[in-house]
């Protein structure tokens, strides 16, 4: 399996709260994707990076916002959870355009 | 506005090969036909790509048409851990970074 970790793998939090969910690659691939996957909606992109620094919206961004110091750690916050955001969400890394490998997945619950 | 179209589910006996068919009629000439599945509970898993050559590598065969309108993609001897959703996508052009899954095909191996 390609090294890469998410923390936490699980979490409740109350509406409101801000979440941070890390995803951390051993890899030192250049590309860093967050996802959610929802029933009835599939996998959908929320951000992506594509280098230290460089990030870039997805297709479902709002109320989300990421950031990426170093190569290896990517991380999304969540700056004001809502039960919408009840989600399992899933990090990739990829040294190209072409094949990802994800992470084992955070499930969250926003109460 | 799924792009890809997939049986919702299969059996396959074990140690038999499984065929996955994939049909999409819409793609453009830019974008990779890819092979991603997950098993339950796990994140995606990365299978195979190809454009319009067939590829083979450990896990699978990916056979394009002529026309590159479907796909099949193939495991060569199946095994119960096989047992999973498969997702076929593509990816190109202007959507390098949105991996997208559709409903995908549950393949069930059967002992």
């Known amino acids: 399996d390609a090294g890469i970790t998410q923390s936490p793998r699980h979490k409740v939090t109350e509406t409101g709260t801000p979440v941070t969910l890390r995803c951390h690659q051993t890899?030192?691939?250049?590309?860093m994707y967050w996802y959610r996957q929802d029933p009835g909606h599939g996998l959908r992109l929320i951000h992506y990076?594509?280098?230290?620094?460089?990030?870039d919206k997805g297709e479902v961004s709002d109320g989300y916002s990421v950031s990426r110091s170093k190569t290896e750690d990517f991380l999304l916050t969540l700056e004001s959870a809502t039960s919408s955001q009840t989600s399992v969400y899933f990090c990739?890394?990829?040294?190209?355009?072409?094949?990802?490998?994800f992470g084992p997945g955070t499930r969250l619950t926003v109460t | 506005d799924a792009k890809t179209t997939q049986p919702p589910s299969m059996d396959c006996a074990e140690g038999r090969a499984a065929n996955l068919p994939c049909n999409h009629s819409?793609?453009?000439?830019?974008?990779?036909v890819y092979w991603y599945r997950q098993i339950h509970s796990q994140g995606p898993q990365y299978i195979i790509h190809?454009?319009?050559n067939n590829e083979t590598n450990e896990m699978a065969s990916l056979i394009i048409t002529e026309d590159r309108k479907s796909s099949t993609l193939t495991l060569p001897h199946a095994t119960l851990r096989d047992t999973a959703v498969y997702y076929c996508?593509?990816?190109?052009?202007?959507?390098?970074?949105?991996?997208?899954f559709g409903k995908g095909t549950l393949l069930t191996v059967n002992p």
């Open positions: 990739a890394i990829s040294p190209n355009i072409h094949e990802q490998y």
């Open positions: 890899e030192n691939h250049r590309y």
């Open positions: 990076s594509y280098g230290v620094k460089d990030t």
């Open positions: 819409t793609i453009s000439g830019n974008e990779y």
């Open positions: 190809g454009l319009k």
């Open positions: 996508t593509l990816l190109g052009g202007g959507s390098n970074y949105k991996l997208t």
